[in-house]
Nanobody, 116 residues
Framework: QEPLVESGGGSVQAGGPLRLSCMTS????????TGWFRQSPGKAREMVAY?????HRQYADSVRGRFTVSHTKETLTLQMNNLKPADSGTYFC????????????WGQGTQVTVST
């Protein structure tokens, strides 16, 4: 299976935008549910945005209205607007075969740092 490869992380000031991308070659959208998780220092890893088996998009309450997940043929994108320091962390791309979290693949993660 092809690895999931994230890109686009970096440092940004609060209020600014950032776009993350994940190469999902080999993870067909009709077979995999995809999304983004993040892990902030001292916190458990949490779901940020997820596209389910019906292509419905789910968002964490803390990011709803600011983040948008989309999936083109081979790229999963997370558009993040109006970033807050609490959004800082390592962001991971995931792909769930047959939308099962028991069959989840993880990317290596990309760091996002939001400063005041």
């Amino acid at each position: 299976q092809e690895p999931l490869v994230e890109s686009g992380g970096g440092s940004v000031q609060a209020g600014g935008p950032l776009r993350l991308s994940c190469m999902t070659s080999g993870y067909a959208s009709n077979k995999y549910c995809t999304g983004w998780f993040r892990q902030s220092p001292g916190k458990a890893r949490e779901m940020v945005a997820y596209k389910d088996s019906r292509s419905h998009r789910q968002y964490a309450d803390s990011v709803r209205g600011r983040f948008t997940v989309s999936h083109t043929k081979e790229t999963l994108t997370l558009q993040m607007n109006n970033l807050k320091p609490a959004d800082s962390g390592t962001y991971f791309c995931v792909a769930d075969e047959y939308c099962s979290d028991q069959r989840r693949s993880w990317g290596q993660g990309t760091q996002v740092t939001v400063s005041t």
